[in-house]
């Protein structure tokens, strides 16, 4: 039975860590208040910034006039839904196979997928670089489909095979009884149930590709260049622009941020691959 | 049972992953090998010739790869031991009975979703820009000299960046394993009269062991492969003062075109990711038979 906690005890642990929460959360809060601000604005002193000055939508209609924020926004949704989708396709019958027709070798299969993920990215940079130079896909969204797709292809099996390995057996076995055949089988019974994992896979790979920044900025420079890469363009100095960064960097995080606090529970499992419940 | 003919049907279904990231691992890795072996630079093609292990001796040498080494050891070292304590002392709070606890959970877990990119940046110039930077404005208005961040200490500030990032990643998996804990346990062990600090040593540390070598293991292999954060932020500097293998190898193939040193530093870069990799592998690999 759980002890009774009094209120007095909760009201301090609340205080402790809602101080803690916010300090953690305040860089992000803070950009999301500049990027409402002017730019003469968002440079005063801090207290000034939020009481002294007036609110505006004009740093997000000038981060789309300065470089085509949308063309960016669109590259990364193309690349990271696209990585995901490809994968999905090659990972789903990998892992159905893995967790329903186990052979011997099963466990050494997986193991070795997941050791693909630990090779370095820049040790592979050079020969990655010269064939996408060569084949002329480099700064395609192509080429960084592909890129992405095989980084976290690894991931996507793992977390599937995870999810499909749960599904019990006797479910199937007394489908079988009642004489479905395999497509029933497949469709009816198996389906349902693998929907929710693979959906939740889908949601951590759309994140992490979405993040990734080592293989974006090497191989992207104007054309394919996805948010992370847009985003680096402002470290120039003519980019020192507070307000308009803020408003930029807001409209690159927001979309995974909220996604990324959906599926909470699947990041854990996916990003430890279930070593941890 | 398995039958014959879906065992085959089975290895049709698997062939596309195994071929693609056969290839993916082979062709690659291939390659840098073999151009580590040339004196290979992307400014003169065509010309190549096989100089032996000269491109690892001039790696080793550069005084910047000894300055690498001990960089990207100080950044993985230093984010480790910030993310791991932190997070167990973070998740310990997170546990405790509170109210908002989810709204709370959510600001703490938040940076983790931030682009490297967006991080880097946004650290640099709204706060740690000695001018114009909250930071900054704070020391100035107390009447101190603010910090140039990155000028005077720059790899303690790209590894406090890098910890804003991932100590939500170590929280969060220290949470959820903290929160399987059998809670009647601590309760026993209270009533039989064991101090908190006896609790946490006895029942919950080895209670998280598990998920403290994941959370270790996993940034480990995230962390040797930093990059974006070090090049919107210092560029490698000043000098190479924030110079990470990863950063250095960049520089070499991609800005200064020697493919051949550049490869030499992959090379190495591979074996240093596979001596980590080697240690998580065993422990996931237990964890598959459970």
Same mark, same amino acid.
């Given at each position: 039975?759980?002890?009774? *906690? ?42 000034? *910034?939020?009481? %002294?000055? %007036? ?5 997000? #209609?000038?981060?789309?006039?300065? $470089? ?11 690349? $990271? ?15 159905? #196979? ?24 820049? %040790? ?77 896979? #889908? ?35 003519? %980019? ?22 959906? $599926? ?14 | ?80 031991? !910030? ?50 930077? !909250? ?23 790209? !590894? ?42 006895? @029942? ?11 959370? @270790? ?12 954060? !070090? ?38 870069? @591979? @074996? ?19």
């Amino acid at each position: 039975m759980a002890r009774a *906690v009094s209120n007095k005890k909760k009201i301090s642990n609340t205080a402790v860590a809602g101080i803690l929460g916010f300090f953690m959360f305040f860089p992000i809060l803070w950009i999301l208040i500049l990027s409402f601000k002017t730019e003469e604005d968002a440079i005063r002193a801090p207290l000034e *910034v939020l009481f %002294g000055s %007036g609110w505006t939508f004009d740093s997000f #209609a000038a981060v789309q006039a300065r $470089s085509d924020y949308f063309k960016h926004f669109m590259n990364s949704v193309i690349i $990271s839904l696209g990585s995901t989708l490809v994968g999905l396709i090659i990972a789903i019958p990998a892992a159905w #196979a893995m967790a329903f027709v186990p052979a011997k070798r099963t466990k050494d299969v997986l193991m070795w997928m997941l050791s693909t993920k630990m090779l370095p990215p820049v %040790g592979v940079l050079i020969p990655i670089y010269l064939i996408f130079r060569d084949l002329g896909i480099l700064d395609s969204r192509i080429g960084l489909t592909f890129v992405l797709m095989m980084i976290n292809l690894p991931i996507i099996i793992w977390m599937l095979y995870t999810y499909f390995k749960e599904i019990p057996g006797e479910i199937l076995e007394a489908a079988r009884m009642d004489g479905a055949s395999l497509r029933d089988e497949v469709l009816y019974v198996l389906t349902p149930m693998a929907i929710p994992g693979m959906a939740s896979t #889908a949601l951590l790979n759309i994140i992490l590709a979405w993040n990734e920044a080592f293989w974006t900025l090497n191989l992207t420079s104007a054309k394919a260049a996805p948010l992370t890469a847009f985003i680096a363009s402002y470290s120039s100095p003519e %980019g020192l622009f507070y307000a308009k960064l803020s408003a930029a960097s807001i409209m690159a995080i927001a979309p995974i941020l909220i996604m990324g606090w959906f $599926s909470q529970k699947q990041l854990v499992r996916g990003l430890t691959f279930g070593a941890v419940k | 049972m398995a039958t014959k003919a879906s065992r085959s049907s089975a290895r049709l279904m698997i062939a596309p992953a195994v071929i693609l990231l056969l290839g993916w691992m082979i062709i690659p890795l291939g390659m840098t090998l073999y151009f580590s072996f040339l004196r290979y630079n992307l400014l003169q093609p065509g010309l190549a010739p096989f100089v032996g292990w000269e491109n690892y001796y001039w790696f080793f040498t550069d005084p910047s790869f000894t300055a690498a080494m001990w960089n990207t050891l100080v950044l993985v070292g230093g984010v480790l031991t !910030i993310t791991t304590i932190g997070g167990i002392c973070f998740a310990l709070l997170l546990d405790r009975p509170m109210f908002g606890q989810g709204i709370i959970r959510i600001m703490v877990i938040a940076p983790f979703f931030v682009m490297p990119t967006v991080s880097g940046l946004v650290w640099k110039n709204m706060f740690m820009n000695p001018v114009n930077g !909250i930071f900054g404005q704070i020391a100035t208005g107390l009447g101190f000299q603010p910090i140039d961040f990155f000028g005077q200490i720059p790899m303690a500030s790209i !590894i406090f960046i890098v910890s804003w990032m991932w100590l939500p990643f170590a929280t969060l998996i220290l949470l959820t394993a903290l929160q399987s804990l059998d809670q009647e346990q601590l309760e026993a062990a209270e009533m039989d009269g064991a101090s908190w600090a006896n609790r946490f040593w006895f @029942i919950m540390l080895p209670h998280l062991a598990r998920a403290i070598t994941v959370v @270790i293991l996993i940034q480990t292999i995230f962390l040797l492969s930093i990059f974006a954060e !070090i090049l919107v932020t210092t560029n490698g500097g000043p000098g190479v003062a924030t110079t990470n293998l990863t950063y250095l190898i960049y520089v070499s193939s991609l800005l200064q075109f020697d493919v051949g040193i550049g490869s030499a530093g992959g090379v190495v870069a @591979i @074996i240093l990711a596979n001596i980590v990799a080697f240690f998580l592998m065993r422990m996931i690999g237990k964890n598959l038979d459970a």
